[in-house]
Each structure stands twice: as C-alpha cells, then as structure tokens.
RNA sequence: GGUCCGGUGGCAGAGUGGUGAUGCAGCGGACUGCAAAUCCGCGAAUGUGGGUUCGAUUCCCGCCCGGACCUCCA
C-alpha cells in the first residue's frame, strides 16, 4: 500500500485521501479550552492528530497543521470572577501546562496555535454575513444561527431537525426561534469579559471561534479537521453551518477524523466517579513515552480502556525496543519507514497494526540485523517513539552513588563472594529502583525498574 | 425513545470469505554462581441462533450483552 487512507466521518467511510492543494496540506484540530490541567483524554485526541501529522509530512512536502487555543468561555469567566482577576491571567497557566504536558508526550507542536480573543473581528465578521444571508439574527442582544435556514444541517450528524427539538434536554431560552438555534454571539455584563460589536458589548459563543480561525489560518476549504467523537454534535455540526452557510459554495473540511473517548479502567472518565485522569499526574507514574504508547495501543475509533496494567505493559514494550536498539549503537535512522509499519499507518492510521510491526523489527534486530534497528528509528520518528537513546531509557537518572553502590558488587563477584553479591543486588532494587543485569566477563548494566 | 459502535486466547488488541497478527502474562528448555535480559519451543480465542456460500470469525437477519452521542464534554 503506498496511498493514505482515511475513515471521514461525513461520509461514514473509508477512502483514499485527495489533498485540495499537494503542495500544502492544511488540517486543523480542535485545541483545548484553557482552563485547566490537560486528561488523558484531551492527550489520546492529540497524539493520534500527532501521527497522522507526522504521517503526512512524510507523504507530502509541506503540511500545515492548526491547533487552536479557546481562551474565552464561559467556564474561563467563571474562574475568573471567582479569583478576581483577568481571563488572561486564568488562561497563562493551563497554555502553559498544555504546552508542557503535550511536549512531554513527545506531539510535535502546531504550525499555527490561534487564540479565540486574537480573532474577535473574523468572528464578527463571519457573523456579519450569516446575518446578512438570512442564515443568523439578533435577539435579546444575542445573535443566533438560525438551524430552519440550512437545508443541510443536522446531516453531518445524521440526525433531523425534528429529531433535536425532540430531543432538546435543556430549557429553551425565549429568545430562540426554534429550539435548535445556537448562539453566535452573547452580550457581556460590565463585570464579563467583551468586545464591542454591532450587537453591543459581548463575546462569541461556543462554535464560531473555530468557523473563524480555521477560515483566516486555512481558508474557507480545507482538508481534515479532527476532535474527539463528542464534538461530532453539536460542536462540528455547527462549525460546518455556520462556515458553509457564511461562505457560499464551500464545504469546509474534506475529511473528519474523530477518534473514539476513552476509559479508565474500565469506567468511563468522569469527575462524578472521581477516575478524571489528569495527564500531568499521568506523566508523574510513568515515562511520557509508556502513555504515548498507552494511547496507541488501541485503532483511534476503538474505545481505549487507559489502565494502570495497560501502562505498565506500554513500559514493557519500549523497554523491547530500546534493548534491540541498544545492540546497534547510535545506529542512525532509515531514509524510508519500512512497510511492516508504514502499511497499517496507511490503512486508516492502525497504530496497533504499526506497533506489531516494529515488534517485528525488534526481532530482527535483535537477532543482529542493523538495518533493522536503523529502519525502527525511523519508524519511531513517524509514530513519535523511540526518542532517546537506550542508554538513557533505562538508566536516564540514576545517581552516582547507586552507580558506585553497583560497582561495589563487581569485587564481591570477582571473589565469588555471591552472598555479598546479591545482597547488593537486593539493595539496588529494594531501595533505589535499580535492576542489576550481568553480562559477560564481570560487565553489567542498570535500568530503572 | 432516536442514532451509531462493539462483543476475538488469562489480559490487551489487529487483520481476514479458505488452515486466526502482535504484546503482556503462563509453561518447558538453553544460557547464568543464582538472577535478569536474550534465544528455542508449548498451550490458549472469534457472544448466541439462523441465512447466503463449496467454505463465515469475516457478508445478511434475529437474540443476548456492553458502550457512545442526542445543546457548551477531546
């Protein structure tokens, strides 16, 4: 196989991938709303886009990829008027987490990371057309999207209009024509944050800020926009019409990549039941390699059980790796991605499939094959994995005096003094972590274990 | 209720209309002072009842079970 094919939710199956422009690819991923820590959750989405983005880079010479920061919401204000202080100040820590916590999953960073307050006038003026083609209109100081007006709303999600004023769980505000209505923009009390409108002080609604920094960064036909299956409705549904009906005869994004929500330990993550996984707290158990790899274990549209028992064997699975790397040493990359990885990737990015087949090379390359490990490092660069050198894999961290407790043990073996020797051999392990491994003629390696 | 997805060895998890990947765990052996790692080998699975077919885990239908979404959750 030698062409990437992707499952695209509009159109609920798989088909190769055409990109509107070859010579610059442009997709974009709905990014965090900033404010708080980054869960598991939030990772999985952003280490698959992280494939498929690394994936395509080597499929094409240029690639640009958009992440956007929300950094106006109403979960932000609320924070805000609790703490007494400014949107900005809530949103500077939870960027800066993000950043921090995405990094140390090894995810390559956007080419672009829009923030929602730096788009206010595309916002306003998106809203301005949809109010001018009879797709929108003002009540109350709000401004909503009228769904009645956009014969082609609700099929992205496969449901009727009918169905969702059925189904509306929430109360429906007065001001609202049909209960489907969303907002597009909001009035702000003097006490919220705002920005001068033709509808007055206020500040965008949930959906539009996407319309808007997908439109200025990508233009008003892209190629693959990606999120998480929740999003499908009502976010991406709206997306969809609020860009399509505000610049007729586009269609927005080509390709819908949605990958599946996880579970903790068998439950789904919820604060309710207390399992909310923080990926930061994550990042403290285990080496940000063992979650990326955690997190590709399963396809992207399978449910991903995130287990402690799933970690531990992600763990175990590097540690495989690096030791076939370890045989050949500062072996560079191969100038291609060998097949047995590339093939599944191709295949609607089956991480799974790719893992088993860089098993397959750790085999080989276990078994002398230099090629091999050289063709791992280069499948490690398109799946974000094997990013350190074995050395520092499993003994990254270990300070000199456990170093020098382990050279301690040389002398007692040379002496066949064994009770000595495996005494120190349980210290190592019991009190500092170490494992000891002997090799021949008295050699012997440390790994953390 | 509506829409959609899934049920594969002890666990995790792919693929496939024709003797069912891969990893972890387990068992036997080699190696080792003993271990660890590595190597060789072994056992072990397609929820259930029908249908289509020469042949179904794969396609179709029923049933059972689990999950997701249905207005601010990635």
């Known amino acids: 196989m030698t062409h990437l094919t992707l499952y695209n939710t509009r159109t609920r199956?798989?088909?190769?991938?055409?990109?509107?422009?070859?010579?610059?690819?442009?997709?974009?991923?709905?990014?965090?709303?900033?404010?708080?820590?980054?869960?598991?959750?939030?990772?999985?989405?952003?280490?698959?886009?992280?494939?498929?983005i690394r994936l395509l880079r080597?499929?094409?010479?240029?690639?640009?990829?958009?992440?956007?920061?929300?950094?106006?919401?109403?979960?932000?204000?609320?924070?805000?008027?609790?703490?007494?202080?400014?949107?900005?100040?809530?949103?500077?820590?939870?960027?800066?987490?993000?950043?921090?916590?995405?990094?140390a999953l090894y995810t390559l960073p956007p080419d672009i990371e829009p923030r929602a307050t730096a788009h206010i006038p595309?916002?306003?003026?998106?809203?301005?057309?949809?109010i001018l083609n009879g797709h929108a209109y003002e009540a109350e100081g709000h401004v909503l999207f009228s769904v009645s007006s956009d014969p082609e709303y609700g099929k992205f999600s496969g449901r009727t209009l009918d169905e969702l004023i059925a189904g509306a769980r929430v109360d429906v505000a007065p001001y609202k024509r049909e209960a489907g209505d969303f907002v597009l923009w909001k009035p702000s009390t003097p006490d919220l944050p705002g920005w001068e409108s033709p509808w007055g002080r206020g500040r965008p609604g949930w959906h539009i800020e996407c319309s808007a920094m997908s439109w200025r960064h990508l233009g008003e036909n892209f190629d693959i926009h990606g999120g998480g299956d929740?999003?499908?409705?009502?976010?991406?549904?709206?997306?969809i019409a609020q860009s399509c009906c505000a610049f007729p005869g586009s269609h927005f994004a080509n390709v819908w990549v949605h990958n599946r929500m996880l579970l903790v330990n068998g439950e789904k993550m919820s604060k309710s039941l207390g399992n909310?996984?923080?990926?930061h707290e994550v990042l403290e158990k285990a080496p940000g390699e063992a979650v990326r790899l955690m997190l590709m274990r399963a396809h992207y549209r399978q449910t991903l059980d995130f287990s402690d028992a799933g970690l531990m064997e992600a763990r175990k699975e590097l540690d495989r790796?690096?030791?076939?790397?370890?045989?050949?040493?500062?072996?560079?990359?191969?100038?291609?991605?060998?097949?047995?990885?590339?093939?599944?990737?191709?295949?609607?990015?089956?991480?799974?499939?790719?893992?088993?087949?860089?098993?397959?090379?750790?085999?080989?390359?276990?078994?002398?094959?230099?090629?091999?490990?050289?063709?791992?490092?280069?499948?490690?660069?398109v799946l974000g994995l094997l990013n350190m050198t074995p050395e520092v894999w499993f003994a990254g961290g270990i300070d000199d005096a456990v170093k020098a407790l382990a050279e301690s043990r040389v002398a007692a073996r040379k002496a066949k003094d064994f009770a000595?020797?495996?005494?120190?051999?349980?210290?190592?392990?019991?009190?500092?972590?170490?494992?000891?491994?002997?090799?021949?003629?008295?050699?012997?390696k440390l790994r953390k274990a």
């Not at 909310?276 to 990926?279: D, N």
């Not at 000595?420 to 012997?444: A, C």
Request: aromatic share 6%; net charge negative.
């Open 13 to 52: 199956a798989k088909a190769p991938f055409v990109p509107l422009d070859p010579a610059n690819v442009r997709a974009y991923l709905c990014g965090p709303t900033v404010y708080d820590r980054a869960h598991i959750g939030n990772a999985r989405n952003v280490v698959i886009f992280d494939v498929l």
């Open 276 to 279: 909310f996984l923080v990926l």
């Open 321 to 381: 790796f690096y030791r076939a790397l370890e045989l050949h040493h500062g072996v560079e990359p191969a100038k291609t991605v060998p097949e047995e990885v590339m093939d599944p990737l191709l295949d609607d990015l089956n991480t799974p499939g790719a893992l088993a087949g860089l098993h397959a090379l750790a085999d080989q390359a276990i078994a002398g094959d230099a090629q091999a490990a050289a063709e791992m490092r280069a499948a490690g660069d």
């Open 58 to 103: 080597r499929l094409y010479p240029k690639v640009t990829y958009v992440r956007n920061i929300t950094d106006v919401d109403d979960k932000i204000n609320v924070r805000a008027k609790e703490r007494g202080v400014s949107i900005e100040e809530v949103t500077a820590g939870p960027i800066r987490w993000y950043h921090e916590d995405m990094g």
């Open 230 to 239: 929740d999003l499908i409705f009502p976010h991406h549904e709206n997306e």
């Open 122 to 130: 595309e916002i306003i003026e998106i809203i301005n057309k949809l």
């Open 420 to 444: 000595e020797s495996d005494r120190i051999r349980d210290l190592l392990l019991k009190d500092h972590g170490v494992i000891i491994e002997d090799g021949l003629g008295g050699t012997y």
